[in-house]
T-cell receptor, first 112, second 115 residues
């Protein structure tokens, strides 16, 4: 069985400061891990994915995430927040041939 | 088409009525998934189709929910005798090949409101 825990339901940062969205996962097999972003009234967009290659994964819009097997974590970071980053972020786990399992989401607010 | 298309984008229905939600996946994508997103919740898996195999219905919340996929392409999710707790955004995603986890593409969803 697989599961994902997003440790914060809401994160608020000032524009230009770093972003950290935390995610822990549980999986019986080698997982694939994803971060998706959902802007208000928009569809889900893939930010980045980890699939057993490099543990530091770079995604779109300056986001990156690091896979840490020993900590079963896949935290999402960005050095400097922009107003347009305000959205809902979902950490997702999957193994081959199984549906994606989503976390409950973290709402990111960016303050000017 | 270029993306996953869902219709209608919004649906308001009276409690007890049946509704049908449609998903047009990306051409050539063999797998199709339905998810439900309730207010303040993550996405809840409902059902998935892979080629001609029997669908995985393990996520359907009750026997009021059913789905079919005709000709390996368009899918319809049907909710019978709708209840207020069915109000949610219903999302469809397609995947080129389940042998890898690449390339999930989500539609914009159908927002269902049961009044």
């Amino acid at each position: 069985a697989q599961s994902v825990t997003q440790l914060d339901s809401h994160v608020s940062v000032s524009e230009g400061t770093p972003v950290l969205l935390r995610c822990n996962y549980s999986s019986s097999y080698s997982p694939s891990l994803f971060w998706y972003v959902q802007h208000p009234n928009k569809g889900l967009q893939l930010l980045l994915k980890y699939t057993s290659a490099a543990t530091l994964v770079k995604g779109i819009n300056g986001f990156e995430a690091e896979f840490k097997k020993s900590e079963t974590s896949f935290h999402l970071t960005k050095p400097s927040a922009h107003m347009s980053d305000a959205a809902e972020y979902f950490c997702v786990v999957s193994t081959q041939n199984t549906p994606l399992v989503f976390g409950k989401g973290t709402r990111l607010s960016v303050i000017a | 088409g270029a993306g996953v298309s869902q219709s209608p984008s919004n649906k308001v229905t009276e409690k007890g009525k049946d509704v049908e939600l449609r998903c047009d996946p990306i051409s050539g994508h063999t797998a199709l998934y339905w998810y439900r997103q309730s207010l303040g919740q993550g996405l809840e898996f409902l059902i998935y189709f892979q080629g001609n195999s029997a669908p995985d219905k393990s996520g359907l919340p009750s026997d009021r929910f059913s789905a079919e996929r005709t000709g390996g392409s368009v899918s319809t999710l049907t909710i019978q005798r709708t209840q207020q707790e069915d109000s949610a955004v219903y999302l469809c995603a397609s995947l080129r090949d389940t042998r890898s986890n690449y390339g999930y593409t989500f539609g914009s969803g159908t927002r269902l409101t049961v009044v």
